[in-house]
Structure formats: structure tokens, C-alpha cells
């Protein structure tokens, strides 16, 4: 039943031309993507699970997320699941606090996740948190949101390697 609402929520977020570029062969206008979460988690296996029946019915839409939830073994596995959807790009969000867990949940997916540190200032950064990133992560894999308020963030995000 929660599969079922979240297509339909997906279904509303389609371009206003998407029917019409679907007869023509035209593409869209807007592309057809969904941010799953604006603020917020997952917050169980089968939320999650209920999402990934969502991608996997919607193969159109582009997907992509932003997660904490990478301390729970089983909520990650169901998460890299959706993560390895070819039309879903999941972000582990890092940060001081938490780099040495989701650089370890990183390594578990090879190629399945990218990284989004959420960072203001360089210089706030943990001096041991650069040197663990340039060790396991190549470019292109992760993104720095240098702007980030209370689950707010800039519309700027910055590659940093």
C-alpha cells in the first residue's frame, strides 16, 4: 500500500509534457526527477523498501537521496539497494561527527554510493577527515556542501576532489 502512494507521488512530479514527449519522442522540457526527502530519513527497512519498489516501477524518473541511516547494517543494505537502481544516485551525508562510519559504509557498496560532506569551513574540518577521504575516494565521487543550516542548504554545491 506505501509502494502504491509513493508512485502516485511520484506520478505528480512528472514534467507537464511528459505524455505528450512520450508520443512524440521528444524529450521532456524539465527532466522527470524526484528527490526522495527533502528533509528527513529513512527510518526502517521496509520504508525503504517501499521506495525501491517506487524506482524500480518508475524507470523513467530519475531518483536521488541524501542519508544518515548508514549505521544500521540491515537500513544500508536495503539503502545500497535503491543506491544501485540505474535511475537512483544515493548521497552518504558525512560530516565530522560521523566520517569514519560512512567512509566504512562507502567502501561496503563499491560503486554504489557517493559522498556528501556537509562542511562550512576547511579549517572546521577534522584534521584526520581530508586524509581518510583522498584514501578512499576518487573524483567525481563526492560532493561539499559548504552552506548548511539546520537541513537547509544552498542551492551551490562544490566538487572537492
Not at 138 to 143: D, N, P, V
Request: hydrophobic share 40%.
Amino acid at each position: 500500500m506505501l509502494a502504491q502512494n509513493l508512485i502516485a507521488l511520484v506520478d505528480q512530479a512528472r514534467p507537464v509534457d511528459w505524455l505528450a514527449a512520450q508520443i512524440s519522442g521528444e524529450p521532456t522540457n524539465l527532466p522527470y526527477t524526484l528527490r526522495i526527502h527533502d528533509v528527513g530519513d529513512h527510518y526502517s527497512c521496509e520504508y525503504a523498501r517501499a521506495w525501491l519498489l517506487a524506482i524500480q516501477d518508475r524507470p523513467q524518473c530519475k531518483f536521488w537521496f541524501y542519508t544518515r541511516s548508514f549505521l544500521e547494517p540491515n537500513l544500508l543494505a536495503v539503502l545500497s539497494e535503491l543506491a544501485g537502481e540505474s535511475n537512483c544516485q544515493g548521497f552518504l551525508s558525512i560530516d565530522n561527527d560521523n566520517f569514519e562510519q560512512g567512509l566504512l559504509a562507502f567502501s561496503a557498496y563499491p560503486g554504489v554510493w557517493k559522498l556528501a560532506l556537509m562542511q562550512q569551513d576547511q579549517d572546521q574540518l577534522s584534521s584526520e577527515l581530508m586524509p581518510a577521504i583522498r584514501d578512499r575516494v576518487k573524483h567525481g565521487e563526492i560532493i561539499n556542501f559548504p552552506y548548511h543550516r539546520a537541513a537547509s542548504m544552498s542551492c551551490r554545491s562544490e566538487p572537492i576532489l
